[in-house]
């Protein structure tokens, strides 16, 4: 299932699974990143699935490539079947103090933003991966009519909670960090929490995401 | 029972805690994290008896001025560092790999790193702070682990538990040395270059920008020119990749680099040469040299074993 194996520098695999960007190929991606996790392979010291790839980083004092390698190509590979998704609801609010670039978007889509927030919300997403920041989730597919490229400057900060779209994706900024995407709304929900060891990110991997419009009271009194 | 501890009179730029870091969370955004210069930090903890894995204080450029209060204790700094002990009648310029005792009152002055980036501070007992995922690492963009994730501020306190008893003065004969061909080997999207392109970037020197942190160590020179894409379908990052934006100039991937990354990768550092290259400070010269994967391997066992035979000097 795995197109091609190499190696990444000295210390990690590179599995490849193909190109293109769909369900498909990431569902290979997640369940060959959970059979690993199952395994406990010794040395092996952390897992990067993406939309098409598996980073198998490893300690060069206990492994190397070959050894990996061999473990990776021998591995009992989960089902589908076996593979656990939630269903998870994400309240966002599109007051204009929140939907930052809803403007430029009605410019670039040429469509309005009622149009925008009807295609939007409803809809069900996919989890391709989390991370660049730590919980930040990419989900898919938007449909042709909300793709839009990332902001030409991007912003030196985005704030927590921003809900932003590019390409075919939408994200949640999990953190103020400086971040390109065309933010439509803020959530109050919190999406990372590190206190919470054994599962600090809301969504994960294969979850389905769906995002709901809330009013500005609604998103105030969900901290209460 | 006293309690001991030091009030920071002055934090320095960017000084952390640090240990080595926590792995298995790349799949959800977290870094390694961890010393930046794992020998440097290993050797400052053997200095005074500790495991070699305790949390440490690593400072960059200017370090911190702290003062003492509490039973003596011994502390070690390692790295390439300029510092000062100041007792009540004197003051006593420090040595770097090389244990020294702090009574009541005393002040450590850390003024700076000569010609490197980090430094180590460790001190024999244990520094009071909280571990996130079995590590106290501060990652100040997720605000991960000791100090609410937070560099270490102007006046605060740092308590320290479990002082040991038995002080003992130790030595360990090491200067840190320079490099400035560092190894790589190939990377993922080398092909996405032009043949001039691959050329520049194992023939030119770069220069080290500013822009460099515990996150990324951004390199100009020569640019380095694109031929398939200039940004490829995000994907995992690992510490030592080399990533080439479209401008054209390397940024290398630093212990708390951010986890998925869209650009194409000419190369990877060496595990070997990572403790070398982040101590390269803004402004050196640095230059890209070719290896193989089994010579990168066996580099490693070099440097590791070279590593092990330090500590076990101590």
Known sequence: MIKNISNLGDAALYCDFGTEVNKEINSKVIRYFKSIQKENIDGINNLTPSYNKLIISFDLRKKNFQTIKQQIENLNVINDDALESNKIKIPVCCDENFSLDIKRLEEKLQITRDKIYEKFFGKEFFCYMTGFIAGMPFLGDLENELQAKRLETPRVKVPKGSVGLTEQFANVYTFESPGGWNIIGNTPQVIFDSTNENNPNLINPGDVVTFEQITKDQYYNNNE | ?314
């Open chain 2, 1 to 314: 029972m006293n309690k001991n501890y030091f009030e920071i009179k002055r934090a320095g730029i960017n000084t952390t805690f640090q240990d080595q870091g926590r792995g298995n969370l790349y799949h959800i955004g977290i870094p390694f994290s961890g010393a930046m210069d794992n020998r440097n930090f290993q050797i400052s903890n053997k200095l005074v008896g500790n495991k070699v894995n305790f949390p440490i204080i690593e400072f960059a450029y200017q370090g911190p001025l702290l003062k003492y209060f509490g039973e003596n204790i011994n502390f070690a700094v390692t790295g390439d560092v300029k510092f000062i002990i100041r007792k009540k009648n004197n003051a006593i310029e420090g040595t770097c790999y090389q244990s020294f005792t702090l009574e009541n009152g005393d002040e450590l002055d850390i003024i700076s790193t000569n010609k490197s980036v980090y430094g180590y501070l460790a001190v024999s007992g244990e520094f009071d702070v909280n571990y996130q995922w079995s590590s106290c690492s501060v990652n100040t963009k997720a605000n991960i682990g000791a100090n609410n994730g937070k560099k270490i501020e102007d006046g605060q306190k740092i308590y320290i538990l479990n002082i040991n008893k038995n002080l003992s003065d130790k030595k360990l004969n090491y200067i840190n040395t320079k490099i400035e061909n560092i190894r790589v080997i190939q990377g993922t999207n080398f092909d996405y270059f032009s043949d001039e392109g691959k050329k520049i970037f194992f023939e030119k020197e770069f220069v080290i920008s500013k822009l460099s942190d515990r996150m990324g160590m951004r390199l100009e020179g020569p640019k380095i020119e694109n031929i398939v894409d200039t940004n490829i379908k995000s994907e995992g990052l690992l510490k030592g990749v080399i990533q080439v934006p479209a401008d054209g100039n390397p940024i290398i991937m630093l212990s708390d680099h951010g986890t998925i990354g869209g650009y194409p990768k000419i190369g990877v550092v060496i595990s070997a040469d990572y403790d070398k290259l982040v101590q390269l400070t803004p402004g050196s010269k640095i230059k890209f040299k070719k290896v193989e994967l089994a010579d990168a391997e066996t580099l490693f066992k070099l440097y590791d074993l070279e590593t092990q035979n330090l500590i076990s000097q101590i």
